[in-house]
T-cell receptor, first 110, second 112 residues
């Protein structure tokens, strides 16, 4: 069965640079969620989209933005990167409740 | 504010033993999901419980949702080394957006 696809899997950036993370949900899933998981921490909800519209917002910094496109894939744009942004970023997709997570993008900010 | 507290935080047991992980909150959730996560990988959904008092079984794993939909437990019978991992409970809010609030996690190690 198709799963959530995230790219890239690993990303290394310098401070103050920008990064774009991509998420391709499971086919026919209409909702996408973004989570950030710091080292040794549980995932924290950032933002979600339903049918290409933002549906909820969590602890997402103002430096980050996201959108969902007409093909339902989503992108998380991160600007002015800080050392504290180093984390695993997960995308999850759902259709009707159960959320299925992607493998994550490990972002390292140097 | 941490909405979901899991206990124990760490658990190391011998193969064949039984164990129970608890997930407690003062908040009511519309549903609660249990995930297992391997290092560097995404959480893998194990089960979703929706109804208060609901019990679901997945092979040697038994999940229960509290009557008030504030807490849940995961019981593993005859643990195997392959059960080693991080177990996360996650509650969906009632607002309809369904974003998940994750618990603090329980890291289980099963020793052969």
């Amino acid at each position: 069965a198709a799963g959530v696809i995230q790219s890239p899997r690993h990303l290394i950036k310098e401070k103050r640079e920008t990064a774009t993370l991509k998420c391709y949900p499971i086919p026919r899933h209409d909702t996408v969620y973004w989570y950030q998981q710091g080292p040794g921490q549980d995932p924290q909800f950032l933002i979600s989209f339903y049918e290409k519209m933002q549906s909820d917002k969590g602890s997402i910094p103002d430096r980050f933005s996201a959108q969902q496109f007409s093909d339902y894939h989503s992108e998380l744009n991160m600007s002015s990167l800080e050392l504290g942004d180093s984390a695993l970023y997960f995308c999850a997709s759902s259709s009707g409740g159960k959320q299925f997570f992607g493998p994550g993008t490990r972002l390292t900010v140097l | 504010t941490q909405l979901l507290e899991q206990s124990p935080q760490f658990l190391s047991i011998q193969e064949g033993e039984n164990l129970t992980v608890y997930c407690n909150s003062s908040s009511v959730f519309s549903s609660l999901q249990w995930y297992r996560q391997e290092p560097g990988e995404g959480p893998v959904l194990l089960v979703t419980v929706v109804t208060g008092g609901e019990v679901k079984k997945l092979k040697r794993l038994t999940f229960q949702f509290g009557d008030a939909r504030k807490d849940s437990s995961l019981h593993i019978t005859a643990a195997q080394p392959g059960d080693t991992g991080l177990y996360l409970c996650a509650g969906a809010n009632k607002g309809g957006a369904n974003n998940l609030f994750f618990g603090t996690g329980t890291r289980l190690t099963v020793i052969p």
